[in-house]
Each structure stands twice: as structure tokens, then as C-alpha cells.
């Protein structure tokens, strides 16, 4: 079991910066892919951002691309996703998820059904 614990949200104004983290417990990450999805009130959970096991591979939504920034650091089990020139419509609930699957082993990372723990989700909220 792999137990992932979000922080960093808060209420910011639109053009600030937050550095969200995800720290795991229970077992080491640094094998895993980790992947960051947000969700808004009323919107389906979507997709933000991937890291493969080794930090060396990195996808991102369009929607963030070149604002936000995905990490790890693989000695403190934790990940990363630092977030800037943020907007009203990044304010959702963020989640940190774990996809164990063995390497080499294709899952659909844009998908939520592509990982298999999830952390119960910070809340970020900007304000224009």
C-alpha cells in the first residue's frame, strides 16, 4: 500500500505561485510514474501533469503548459508540482497520484484509470 498525502493549497491571487507537494508513505516511490489531476466543482477530474520514475520524462495539459512544472525527489518520497502565472480557472481540488505498474508496462497516463493510489487532494483556489 502506498499512502499519498497532499499540501500546499491555498487561496491566491491570479498571477501568483504555489508549490504543491505529494509526500508517500509506505513504501518508496522512486520506481513509480506519479502523476498530478485536479478537479473543479462541477467538472470531470482532469489530467495535469506526469513524471516517469526517474524524473527524466514529464507530460503536461495544455491548459498549463509552460506555467506549471512537475518534480521529484525520489530520497524524500515526495513530488512536486510548482504552479505560476496561475488563473481563475486553475482553482480546483489537486491530486497526487501513484501508477505502480512495472516499467516498460503501458498505461494511459491522461486518464485517471492509469494510476492505483491516490492522495485525498489539496484545494487550490485563485482569485481574480
Known amino acids: 500500500q502506498v499512502q499519498l498525502v497532499e499540501s500546499g493549497g491555498e487561496l491566491v491571487q491570479a498571477g501568483g505561485s504555489l508549490r504543491l507537494s505529494c509526500a508517500a508513505s509506505g513504501r518508496t516511490i522512486r520506481s513509480y510514474r506519479m502523476g498530478w489531476f485536479r478537479q473543479a466543482p462541477g467538472k470531470e477530474r482532469e489530467f495535469v501533469a506526469r513524471?516517469?520514475?526517474?524524473?527524466?520524462?514529464?507530460d503536461y495539459a495544455d491548459s498549463v503548459k509552460g506555467r506549471f512544472t512537475i518534480s521529484r525527489d525520489n530520497a524524500k518520497n515526495t513530488v512536486y508540482l510548482q504552479m505560476s502565472s496561475l488563473k481563475p480557472e486553475d482553482t480546483a481540488v489537486y491530486y497526487c497520484?501513484?501508477?505502480?505498474?512495472?516499467?516498460?508496462?503501458?498505461?494511459?497516463?491522461?486518464?485517471?484509470?492509469?494510476?492505483?493510489?491516490w492522495g485525498q487532494g489539496t484545494q487550490v483556489t485563485v482569485s481574480s
Open positions: 497520484a501513484a501508477d505502480v505498474s512495472p516499467p516498460g508496462y503501458y498505461r494511459d497516463y491522461l486518464s485517471s484509470a492509469g494510476y492505483d493510489y
Open positions: 513524471i516517469s520514475w526517474s524524473g527524466g520524462s514529464t
